[in-house]
């Protein structure tokens, strides 16, 4: 019988670059000022705005543009840099960093 291996239980870890790319988007701003004023009935108002859609049914590829690439770009900095080509997310996890990864 080979030896039995024991895992580790995964711990908590919070994902800076998606965090991040999703924070810089215009909407989430806007969403955040909303909440945090109290009116909910606003932030709902401003939801649609993340795919390019104002509240008047019309679209906007510029809204659209300024909701999603940020958000694209923290997803792919989450893939490349903290993956496969250049693993940063093991090398903090070795150096012992608690919960921050990319």
Do not use: S
Not at 38 to 49: F, K, S, V
Not at 61 to 70: D, G, H
Not at 76 to 83: D, I, N, P
């Amino acid at each position: 019988m080979g030896k039995k291996r024991r895992r580790k239980k995964r711990a908590f870890t919070l994902p800076i670059a998606p965090i991040a790319g999703f924070m810089g988007a215009p909407a989430t701003r806007e969403i955040i000022k909303a909440i945090m004023a109290g009116n909910l009935e606003t932030a709902l108002y401003y939801l649609p705005n993340y795919v390019g859609v104002w509240n008047d049914g019309t679209f906007h590829a510029e809204t659209l543009a300024a909701n999603v690439v940020p958000m694209a770009i923290g997803a792919l900095v989450h893939k490349y840099v903290g993956g496969a080509p250049l693993n940063l997310n093991r090398t903090l996890a070795q150096a012992g960093v608690p919960v921050i990864r990319l």
